[in-house]
Structure formats: C-alpha cells, structure tokens
C-alpha cells in the first residue's frame, strides 16, 4: 500500500512537470514566415540555447521525479503509519488478550472510527468466547451425569449375587430413563447450536399457525406434553402474525416457552398464548403463573443450566436449555426478546418478530 500510495502521490507531480517543461521547449519553435508558400518554410533547426533548454529541462524533470518519490514515500509512510500501529496491536489482541481495546485514536477522523468498529468487534468476540466456554464446561457436566449414572446401576445389577429378572428388569428400565434423558439433552444442545448458526435462506410463515401446532401437541399428550395435568388452564389467542425465518426454528422457541410456562407453574395456575400484528411486526406473548422470581434474576434465567436460587437445574425441572434455545433463535432472527417478572409470581415473556406480507 505504500508503493502504490507513492505512485500515486508521484504520478501527478511527474505530469505536471511535463506539462510545465513542456511550455518552453515549444515556445523556441521558428514559425514559418508571412508570405512564404507553404512547404517551403521549416523550423530552424535547434541551435546552442535550444539544446541547452532541453538538457536542463530533462535533469530538472529527472531531479523532480526523484523528489516526488522520496516526498511520497515519507508521506505514504507517515500516512500509514497509525495504520501500522493498529494492526500490530490488533493482531497481539486477537492472539493474546481480547481484553485489550485499541483505544480512540488521538486524532479523529477515519482511524477513530476504524478502531472503535474494532473494539466493538473484540468485545464481541470475548463475550462470545467466555460464553462458549461457560456453555462447553456445562454441557460437559451434565453429560457426563447420565453415563456416570448408567454405570453405577449397571455395576450394582452386576455385583448382585442374589440378583432376579425383575431387578435385573428395573435395572435396565433405570439404564433406558437415564438413555433417554441424555438422548433430549443432546436434542436440546443440538437445537441450541442451530439455532445460535442463523438463518441462510428464510421462507415467510404465519407466527399464529406454528404456536397453534405447537399447543396442539401439547394438550394431545397432556398439558406440558409429558401426560402431567396439574389443572393449569391455558388461554390462546392466534391472530394473523405473519414473519419470515426458519419455522422449525421459531416451533422450537413457541414450544420452549410454552414448556417453561408449563413446567413452572402451580396447580390451578394459568399460561396464555397471544400472537398479533403490530405495525412494528410480528408479535408472541407467552404470559404464565408460577413462583415468585426476584427481578434480578430474569436475565440468569436465559443462561444454559441455570434456575432460580443460582443452583443448577434438577433433572426433574427440564434441562435448562430452554430459555438458552428461546434466546439464541430469537437473536438469530432478529427477534427482539423482553422478559418480565410478575409480581404475583410467574413471567411474562413477548418476542417481537420483523413482520412481513404472506403472499
């Protein structure tokens, strides 16, 4: 870049000379004179001081190109040179510590903006990071919790000298619970990862039709969808609420929240399922009875593996990953996510989805 910054500096310096040495050498030409037939007059031939015009005009134009370089290579360099700078420290901080910012550059201009686009980009990057982190040390745990727990009920049968078909039965009925709750965590973490990949190609859908499908399933195996009635009265409304994205996604944000709604919940309580249009888009409100949650505790809530109190989830309360899976689909589709904790105990959760026209 500093050679062709050079160049270019240079290139119009040499122009300009031409040009300018030009003038001179062409006022020295002998008209032909007034009355002579044409043909017949030619230019003098150059004489002494024509030659040496010319000969200065060339060691000038010479001394002039070299100035013009070494001026634009100083000035390309000097030009460069917070350029240089930001790049090295850029590159030390995405190698070493991405808790190191550039700074703002000392004087304004399109180097400031250039290194506040990239202390914004480092900060995402360490957020992610730290997040991904988190996320690997817990999944890790609680993966490793259903194979420690199948070898303990394997080794017991096995060490059981008196051991009979029905407690070798309830054995392998314990070892197939513990297989099928690690076979919905691998399904939970591996929706999770879509849904934090984003959308490639988008195809517009009714919101109101997939959380109608989705409430379906769940009142056809029970109201959570695991056979359990607790008396929790579900309330719908489905208005037209068109959007685009990935449907299968979308179907499994409705059915986390849906799930959360009825999982945590209390006997006789209440959950209702609103979409609408709204003229900022597509809009699905998820509201629900349930324990009192401190306000500042919500935003936790969203992390995988977590409940309230700041202790992992228990198995029988789900995996924790639903919130995680509603956060990371939302963000993908450029979902606008609130959460709210109601006073008499519950959430209230809305997802505001870019509305579009459904052909």
């Known amino acids: 870049m500093r ?8 290139g119009p310096f040499l122009v300009s000379g031409v040009l300018l040495l030009s003038v001179p050498i062409l006022q020295t030409r002998q008209s032909v004179p007034v009355g002579v037939p044409p043909g017949l007059g030619t230019s003098a031939p150059p004489g002494p001081d024509t030659s040496r015009l010319l000969t200065v005009s060339a060691v000038a134009l010479a001394a002039m190109v070299v100035i013009s370089i070494i001026l634009g290579w100083l000035v390309a360099g000097r030009f460069l040179r917070p350029l240089r700078t930001m790049t ?3 590159r030390d901080i995405s190698a070493t510590n991405l808790h190191r910012r550039l700074g703002p ?3 304004p201009g399109e180097f400031t903006e250039l290194a ?5 980009l480092f900060e995402r990057l360490e957020a992610a990071f730290a997040s991904q982190r988190h996320f690997v040390a817990n999944a890790s745990h609680e993966l490793r919790t259903p194979l420690t727990a ?4 394997l080794q017991v049968a096995l060490a059981d000298p008196d051991a009979t078909v029905d407690s070798l039965r309830a054995a392998c009925q314990d070892v197939l619970a513990l297989g099928e709750a690690q076979e919905s965590l691998i399904e939970a973490l591996l929706t999770l990862a879509g849904g934090e990949q984003g959308v490639e190609h988008g195809e517009p859908f009714d919101l109101a039709v997939v959380a109608r499908g989705v ?21 719908s409304t489905f208005g037209a609420a068109p959007t685009a994205g990935d449907p299968r996604l979308v179907e499994s944000l409705v059915a986390n929240l849906v799930d959360n709604a009825l999982r945590h919940n209390v ?13 900022h888009g597509a809009h699905l409100t998820v509201r629900n009875t349930g324990p009192v949650v401190p306000p500042d505790q919500v935003e936790r809530l969203f992390q995988p593996f977590q ?19 509603v956060r990371a689909v939302a963000g993908t589709h450029g979902a606008t996510l609130t959460a709210r904790a109601r006073p008499e105990g519950g959430l209230d959760i809305e997802v505001l989805f870019p509305g579009v026209r459904i052909p």
């Not at 050679?3 to 240079?10: M, R, S």
Request: hydrophobic residues 35%; positive net charge.
């Open 307 to 325: 409940q309230l109190g700041g202790q992992r989830v228990r198995r029988a309360a789900g995996h924790g990953l639903g919130l995680a899976i």
């Open 215 to 235: 409430l379906l399933t769940r009142r056809t195996g029970g109201v959570d969808g695991t056979g359990r009635d607790d008396g929790v009265e579900v309330i």
């Open 267 to 279: 006997p006789g309580g209440r959950v209702e399922i609103v979409t609408a249009a709204t003229r």
């Open 150 to 153: 199948t070898r303990t009920v």
């Open 105 to 107: 550059h000392r004087r």
């Open 3 to 10: 050679t062709q910054l050079t160049l270019l500096y240079a």
């Open 116 to 120: 506040g686009t990239l202390d914004d």
């Open 88 to 90: 090295t420290t850029a």
